[in-house]
């Protein structure tokens, strides 16, 4: 049992209510007390804990109407912040009876003294009550808690809702018998009589299917109770796909009218624009129905689906070799034995044939290749081909988003999938309750096949399953997904994940890190000033403003301390340093400024996509245009990139820009003189502009300038010459360079230095002997024959050149 916790109020109670409190005038009142009273009385701050601090003693004063102030309703609400409950375990949840609340729907709305928001939409659901977020006509009860919003007040009192407080709610737990009236008792046996005639349809289709395969296979049939369930209740038909009716129905328009758009060479799109399209593809998350609904489609329209998944190997080689146009090849290979038109897996082979080619996404360095090959057999196919994959977005699809209609698959309704799954429970004879279902479908993200296989688990013990059992195995089989930087911003700048019930441990908190490592930091230092933080409960005037900076330069110090890690785990190849980066750059920024609600730095409900990535690619690009600036200017100025910005930029301003603002289309000519005096190009006046800051901002100084002056510094512009920035050496001043003097040119060898420990060597020549008769690889008469051919051979090139076209 929970021990009961001191009442909240006494610690809300403000200090200077209380030394001033008026206290009861008895004989036996301490010196103290009577001192206290004497001093003169000061108005307490208009606080929301005020009148909570008064029921907190012992008598409570006369009221006066300087004890309570009634600022007037705003126009614009702003809602409270929310820290979790005031007193955490102080009240007891009591023994009611186990449908206690069945048939009845509660909402929720403001903060409860003793229960989170989750523990008590729990334990509304543990005693059979529904749960809706926003009231209306159906709703039972309205529980109201502190800070309620006041759309949801002025829905209840348009509807005319039954409210409850907190303690009613716990009330009505232990009173109620969980008797239904007899409206709702009619109402749950037409469900009951629904769930049971869909399971004798279901029981009378497995046994018409179990006589058609006993037919074909001469008596051998696998028995129906040791199959696995996921095969035993897949879809046969239409109405047995849970959502997405509407992607289904196209599919199958898009597999009838194949074979007419084929022979229309894919040229009309026909109604639903996928007439110009060989193949599909659908996507969306596993588990709802996307290869059911393919080889379901396939078989109501006549063809024989030939399934090929992340089991099979799939390379450039095996698609191009063993799937041919026709399939003829894939056909062969799949039939059985005994050389019947039949695949391994009983399918018979017809003259029509669709490739199911599931789980393209998941082709890995195995299947190197296949995407490509795959995507040049979808432009000369002859069949139909539907390709399935969990993301359609992953870079490695990016050929097949051209070649193939998407069909998008989204999650169904939890109504829809409890409905299939409550007739199978039915079947199968598992007591389940609606709310364990729903339990069940929630901790699987819908995964009906993981649904199936837990309950095919619990039915090998147990024939039942209670609320809390439902919660255990759900934990056991959560299915953990990828969050999107938006959800996790929701998550931990949120008024739960840091309140006082919230039992998230700090690993817990840094997983939310790790769902996006390279966005996290950036979503984070982008919204973290956004919400209203729950550290400022109870704080009004200077003492609020005083904490709200201090919570965001600690914020914002523990940011720039996760740059400091990060600069270590990428210069430095640290990677062990990523979960403290994820304390300071993300789990301790949100730990100061979690609260309720974005509005505190500007209007809108959502989060804002980081603008640093925006900045810096914008910054990256104006430096490489400004190093093109101080290339062409620094044959006139001296300078690196940064004094071109800060000193000379702001002074050629003046020169090229402002004064086609003051005199238009007449200073044209001057600005574009004074351009080529610097070797400026248009792009660099550009450049310039794009650059500017404050008033001279872009959009600033574009709107001043008249769009005649823009235009015609353009035209005039590109009509003329304009001087390159570059130079010879000659007009610099320089010397040009000397040509090689006449005679050998010297061996490159000598031209290097020599090492300092040849100094004392000999530098006297060796003897050169220059008489050419003693060559043996040179044939001639004699040295003077020699000695021409060496005077011919150290002239200049040029002239010997010019010899040779005389020649």
Request: charged share 30%.
């Amino acid at each position: 049992m929970p021990k009961k916790a001191a009442p909240a109020s006494k610690s809300r109670v403000s200090k200077g209510s209380t030394k001033k409190r008026a206290r009861d005038e008895s004989s036996d009142e301490s010196t103290a007390s009577s001192s206290e009273s004497e001093k003169p009385k000061k108005k307490p701050r208009p606080s929301a804990s005020t009148s909570k601090s008064t029921a907190a003693a012992k008598k409570p004063p006369p009221k006066q109407k300087d004890d309570v102030i009634n600022d007037p309703p705003k126009k614009k609400w702003i809602p409270p912040t929310r820290s979790g409950p005031a007193a955490p375990g102080s009240k007891e949840v009591p023994a009611g009876h186990p449908n206690a609340l069945a048939g009845l729907a509660f909402v929720f709305t403001g903060e409860l003294s003793a229960f989170s928001r989750e523990e008590a939409t729990e334990l509304a659901k543990r005693f059979g009550g529904r749960v809706t977020g926003a009231p209306s006509g159906k709703t039972s009860y309205v529980v109201v808690g502190e800070g309620a919003g006041p759309k949801k007040l002025a829905d209840i009192k348009r509807l005319g809702l039954a409210t409850l407080d907190e303690d009613g709610f716990l009330n009505l737990i232990a009173t109620r018998e969980g008797k239904l009236d007899a409206k709702a008792q009619e109402k749950v046996r037409k469900e009951e009589e629904k769930l049971r005639r869909d399971a004798e349809e279901m029981a009378k289709a497995e046994r018409l299917q179990a006589k058609a395969a006993a037919k074909k296979s001469g008596g051998k049939v696998v028995p129906a109770s040791s199959q696995l369930w996921t095969t035993k209740y897949a879809p046969q038909a239409l109405k047995d796909i849970c959502g997405n009716k509407g992607i289904v129905e196209k599919l199958q328009a898009w597999l009838h009218d194949w074979s007419k758009n084929a022979k229309s060479g894919f040229k009309k799109p026909g109604p639903n624009a996928t007439g110009v399209y060989r193949a599909v593809l659908l996507s969306g998350p596993p588990g709802i129905g996307k290869t059911s609904s393919a080889h379901v489609v396939a078989k109501l329209e006549g063809y024989t689906p030939i399934e090929l998944n992340a089991s099979d190997s799939r390379s450039k080689k095996l698609v191009e070799n063993s799937t041919n146009i026709m399939n003829s090849s894939l056909d062969g290979w799949m039939h059985g034995a005994d050389g019947q038109k039949t695949t391994v897996a009983g399918i018979e082979i017809t003259d029509k044939s669709v490739l199911i080619m599931d789980e393209v996404d998941g082709m890995s360095a195995g299947d190197r290749g296949g995407v490509g090959a795959l995507n040049a057999l979808i432009k000369k196919t002859k069949i139909p081909i539907i390709c399935i994959a969990n993301d359609r977005r992953v870079p490695k699809l990016k050929p097949l988003q051209h070649t193939c209609f998407g069909m998008p698959f989204k999650k169904p309704e939890i109504n829809v999938v409890r409905s299939r799954l409550m007739t199978i429970a039915v079947r199968e004879k598992l007591k389940i309750t609606p709310t364990v279902m729903d339990q069940l479908v929630q901790g699987a993200n819908g995964d009906m096949r993981q649904v199936l296989n837990m309950m095919s688990t619990w039915k090998l013990s147990k024939d039942a399953m209670d609320f809390d059992e439902g919660k255990q195995l759900s934990l056991a089989n959560e299915k953990h997904t990828i969050m999107t930087p938006y959800t996790v911003l929701d998550k931990l700048l949120g008024p739960y994940s840091f309140s006082k019930t919230s039992r998230e441990t700090l690993n817990d908190k840094i997983e939310y890190y790790f769902h996006d490592h390279a966005f996290m930091p950036l979503f984070m230092q982008e919204n973290y000033l956004k919400p209203t933080p729950n550290r400022l409960r109870g704080m009004v005037g200077p003492e609020l403003d005083m904490k709200l900076l201090e919570l965001m330069d600690k914020a914002a110090t523990s940011i720039s301390d996760g740059d400091l890690v990060d600069a270590l785990i990428h210069g430095g190849q640290q990677w062990g340093l990523m979960p403290l980066h994820a304390v300071h750059s993300t789990v301790v920024p949100a730990s100061y400024m979690y609260g309720q609600g974005t509005g505190w730095s500007g209007s809108g409900s959502g989060h804002a996509f980081p603008s640093w990535l925006g900045n810096n690619s914008k910054r990256g690009k104006l430096q490489r245009q400004l190093n093109d600036v101080q290339i062409r200017m620094r044959l006139k100025v001296s300078g690196d990139r940064n004094e071109i910005r800060q000193s000379y930029v702001p002074a050629v301003f003046s020169h090229i820009v402002t004064p086609l603002i003051g005199k238009g289309v007449d200073e044209v000519d001057d600005v574009i003189s004074r351009m080529d005096e610097y070797y400026l190009s248009k792009d660099d006046w550009d450049t310039i502009v794009e650059i500017g800051v404050g008033d001279f901002s872009q959009d600033v100084v574009m709107k001043k300038i008249p769009t005649a002056a823009k235009t015609a510094l353009t035209k005039k512009y590109n009509a003329k010459e304009h001087p390159i920035p570059f130079h010879k050496s000659t007009d610099l001043g320089l010397k040009a360079t000397k040509k090689i003097a006449k005679g050998e040119v010297p061996d490159l060898e000598d031209v290097f230095d020599q090492e300092e420990g040849d100094e004392d060597a000999d530098d006297t020549p060796d003897p050169v002997d220059d008489d050419l008769s003693k060559d043996k690889l040179i044939k001639g008469k004699g040295a003077p024959k020699a000695r021409a051919k060496t005077a011919t051979s150290s002239k200049p090139k040029a002239q010997g050149k010019a010899k040779m076209h005389s020649a």
